[in-house]
């Protein structure tokens, strides 16, 4: 299974944007890229996604490098409750069973 | 709709015991999964069912974890003879039959074996 790897934390002001990395060297064709936030003492909560182009929607933007070997998270304007821990994941077919890493904390500084 | 349901939200069990946990997931949903989560880690995937058939499992899911879906609507997860290592959050997720749809996650059963 491909892997992804983020960094452990990152520290963002208030009402500023916020990009957060992945990088997944080894993914194949037919990855889509998935983006998960946890906040505390709560199950993941679906971001984005995206296969080749970037994505946005009303959460986020999802920037992929042209080569698909990694891909950033834009949070246009972090708020205090966008402090989580994001997780970015590759995803084939149908399944949910792809290794998720530790993912990034996201500290917002008010 | 209110979302996938997990219950109880907490169980504390002696070594040894056995525990169930239970999942309702979002209704028109076919697609559900299993996950288990130590504390500063990402979920590990443990198990998925499309409808009532148990798809894929895990590894990490050993003879004393089973779990079931019958009628393809909720599912439960057993612990036989439960270990101090399973002390975790458990993830129930769900998705419809579309591909590459997001999955909705329960806000999980923490168990804690003492």
């Known amino acids: 299974d491909a892997k992804t790897t983020q960094p452990n934390s990152m520290e963002s002001n208030e009402e500023e944007p916020v990009h957060l990395p992945c990088n997944h060297s080894t993914i194949s064709g037919t990855d889509y890229i998935h983006w998960y936030r946890q906040l505390p003492s709560q199950g993941p909560e679906y971001v984005i996604h995206?296969?080749?182009?970037?994505v946005n929607n009303r959460m986020a933007s999802l920037a992929i490098a042209e080569d698909r070997k990694s891909s950033t998270l834009i949070l246009h304007r972090a708020t205090l409750r966008d402090a989580a821990v994001y997780y970015c994941i590759l995803r084939f077919d149908s399944n949910y069973q792809l290794i998720w890493g530790a993912g990034t904390k996201l500290i917002i500084k008010p | 709709d209110t979302g996938v349901s997990q219950n109880p939200r907490h169980k504390i069990t002696k070594r040894g015991q056995n525990v169930t946990f239970r999942c309702d997931p979002i209704?028109?949903?076919?697609?559900l999964y299993w996950y288990r989560q130590t504390l500063g880690q990402g979920p590990e995937f443990l198990t998925y069912?499309?409808?009532?058939?148990?798809?894929?499992k895990s590894r990490l899911l050993s003879d004393r974890f089973s779990a079931e879906r019958p009628k393809g609507s909720f599912s439960t997860l057993e612990i036989q003879r439960t270990e101090q290592g399973d002390s975790a959050m458990y993830l129930c997720?769900?998705?419809?039959?579309?591909?590459?749809?997001?999955?909705?996650f329960g806000q999980g059963t923490r168990l804690t074996v003492v």
């Open positions: 069912f499309q409808n009532e058939a148990q798809l894929e």
């Open positions: 995206g296969l080749t182009s970037n």
């Open positions: 997720a769900s998705s419809s039959r579309q591909e590459n749809t997001e999955a909705f």
């Open positions: 209704s028109e949903h076919n697609r």
